[in-house]
T-cell receptor
Framework: GAVVSQHPSWVICKSGTSVKIECRSL??????MFWYRQFPKKSLMLMAT?????????EQGVEKDKFLINHASLTLSTLTVTSAHPEDSSFYIC?????????????FGPGTRLTVL | AQSVTQLDSHVSVSEGTPVLLRCNYS??????LFWYVQHPNKGLQLLLK??????LVKGINGFEAEFKKSETSFHLTKPSAHMSDAAEYFC??????????????FGAGTRLAVHP
């Protein structure tokens, strides 16, 4: 149980375009979802936290107008990278926590590798 | 503020020998601590977690970690390494007082190499 999927697993786009990444909890309801960014051979950096039905909370230094997060249901959150540039190329990972016994553990998706040309 | 320090960026062991990945934490209160593993191009997998119960925590794939408050450590060990253990390992502390949710703070990671 506690499976989180991401789609797509990798994407290549041109500079200036927007890219949407989906994060789904497959077998539990995710009250809170998190979005991380991981640079090559580096640790994970939390970008934002979203609760279902409310606005996301962004970490300091993360541009909310560039990285749009939507958490419209208890099983789906999306991250849209708007007007992407090469410096946005990275590995984006989502995680989710559920209710009751799963509230204290984050379950991670497999990640999405974004390459902006 | 909560933080974790992974003392080794790279660890290399021979197959069949013990594994020790070191982690120290800093916390103002009793922390929740985790070890996650990340295989190449894969998502993070929870190995084990400590949440103020038994100080010796057993996880999956033969890994275990001991919470030592006096040393502020949470080192990850395994008696005998397998080739499949080669991966990146992250020590993580949870900050439950970060706006009402359990914010995870990641260490820098330790890359474990296992050679024949």
């Amino acid at each position: 149980g506690a499976v989180v999927s991401q789609h797509p697993s990798w994407v290549i786009c041109k500079s200036g375009t927007s890219v949407k990444i989906e994060c789904r909890s497959l077998d539990f309801q995710a009250t809170t979802m998190f979005w991380y960014r991981q640079f090559p051979k580096k640790s994970l950096m939390l970008m934002a936290t979203s609760n279902e039905g409310s606005k996301a909370t962004y970490e300091q230094g993360v541009e909310k107008d560039k990285f749009l997060i939507n958490h419209a249901s208890l099983t789906l959150s999306t991250l849209t990278v708007t007007s992407a540039h090469p410096e946005d190329s990275s590995f984006y990972i989502c995680s989710a926590t559920g209710t009751s016994g799963r509230a204290d553990t984050q379950y991670f998706g497999p990640g999405t590798r974004l390459t902006v040309l | 503020a909560q933080s974790v320090t992974q003392l080794d960026s790279h660890v290399s062991v021979s197959e069949g020998t013990p594994v020790l990945l070191r982690c120290n934490y800093s916390s103002s209160y009793s922390p929740s601590l985790f070890w996650y593993v990340q295989h190449p191009n894969k998502g993070l997998q929870l190995l084990l977690k400590y949440t103020s119960a038994a100080t010796l925590v057993k996880g999956i794939n033969g890994f275990e970690a001991e919470f030592k408050k006096s040393e502020t450590s949470f080192h990850l060990t395994k008696p005998s390494a397998h080739m499949s253990d080669a991966a990146e390992y992250f020590c993580v502390v949870s900050d439950p007082y970060s706006g009402g949710y359990n914010k995870l703070i990641f260490g820098a990671g330790t890359r474990l190499a296992v050679h024949p």
